[in-house]
């Protein structure tokens, strides 16, 4: 196939990965997203055309992105979306992305000794990644997503529709500040918990992420404690609390959880090996 203006193929354009090689664990990945994304093709097409030139309009909006991503601008903010249990959710500055570490969290939740009637409170939902993911496995469940932010609320609330879970409730609340009295199964959340003084911080993708959804007080644990002293009266008779927490945080949390009068407390690990989920039942 002729290319008469010098158009780069898909396979040129690939090999670019290496520029990004110490920016980005992924570089390959994160190319090849960039490229699906310009072509509005999967990522297979890509390796089963490789010989296809992109045109010039498709050339101008991949070296757009792929400066930005240059500069350490997250690939889900770039593409305004992030897969997460198999679900492709809108992303936007407003929230955190969705990590595939978290998906530990529906997989716990989905463990507990729960019916198909539960009702389910996620608490700062950011994009609704856990309620949703939670939706898409019970269709049961009575679910409700809330967080502070009305961005946030406004993101969680699209992709709930794209998906049509009636059987999700997207509204805006300061953890339990804005919940009805009722009590829940299960009480799931994934809060803010790093320390200000990480250096993490300064570093990848969460330079570009609001500080709000990532940083507490009290070395990372005023959320995580506020949740759990507070949880009681939204919980029924051996209803459940799932949390996620940082890698150093496993021991503190058991701690607050067991001050607080919960019981059957455990702290599971992520596919690294890391102190990732806290649960406590309460008995």
Known sequence: MSNPVNFPTISDVLIRSHELAELSDSARLDV???LSYVLGKDRTFLYAWSDTYLDDQQCRQFELLFKRRLQGEPVAYLTGCREFWSLSLKVSSATLIPRPETELLVELALSLPLNNQSSILDLGTGTGAIALALASEKPGWNITAVDAMADAVQLAEENRQQFGFDHVQVYQSDWFSNVKIQQFDLVVSNPPYISAKDKHLQQGDVRFEPRSALVADDL???????????????????????????????????????QAGFHD?????????MDRASVCCNR
């Open 265 to 273: 407390v455990v702290t599971h690990s992520d596919l690294a090996g």
């Open 32 to 34: 090849e997203v960039l």
């Open 220 to 258: 990372g644990l005023s959320d995580l404690r506020s949740i759990i002293v507070n949880t009681h009266s939204y919980l029924k008779p051996d209803g459940w609390l799932l949390l996620e927490h940082g890698c150093d945080q496993g021991e503190a949390v058991r701690h607050i959880m067991l």
